[in-house]
């Protein structure tokens, strides 16, 4: 009988242990999933439309994605925007218009083109202009297809830093 209470209080405490665990593990799970989805996230980014400033190898870029939701976001800064012509593709460029600027482009019919970036848009543009599928090709941006601003690279390492507005 002793021997039965001694087990029966044993499996009670690896039990509460165990809940104890799970419950940790979910709380962590949780506030990741929330902090990835909602606040910050490391995402990876490559091709040749941002050369010089991002490797065509790829890198690795911390995503803020709040800022710019409350209006932080300004000319210089990188973007990670759903492209408009294609859902399903992710593009990193650099807004280089705001809502109310005047933007001048050199269109593909070789005349400069000049235009007003319309409420809640952005004009962005790849750096490197001749490999770049950006708003010279689809228009200035909703604001709405900005899901974040990219202000860190972490990979490779010999260039990790922050990244600043140009």
């Excluded at 980014?45 to 976001?73: A, C, E, Q």
């Excluded at 490999?131 to 990979?155: E, T």
Aim: charged residues 15%; hydrophobic residues 45%; proline residues 5%.
């Amino acid at each position: 009988m002793w021997a039965s209470k001694l087990c029966q209080w044993q499996w009670r405490s690896i039990a509460k242990e165990a809940l104890d665990r799970t419950i940790t593990v979910a709380k962590f799970l949780s506030l990741f999933h929330i902090t990835d989805t909602y606040i910050f996230s490391p995402t990876i980014v490559y091709g040749p439309s941002m050369l010089p400033t991002l490797n065509v190898r790829g890198d690795v870029l911390l995503i803020d994605k709040l800022s710019h939701r409350f209006g932080n976001l300004g000319l210089g800064d990188i973007v990670i925007v759903q492209s408009p012509s294609n859902p399903r593709r992710i593009l990193t460029k650099r807004v280089l218009g705001m809502e109310g600027d005047v933007v001048s482009y050199n269109a593909h019919t070789g005349f400069v083109k000049t235009l007003v970036v319309p409420k809640g848009h952005v004009w962005i543009q790849g750096d490197n202009l001749y490999a770049s599928n950006d708003s010279r090709h689809f228009g200035a941006v909703p604001y709405g297809l900005i899901q974040g601003k990219a202000f860190c690279r972490i990979w490779p390492f010999a260039e990790i830093g922050f990244l600043g507005s140009v």
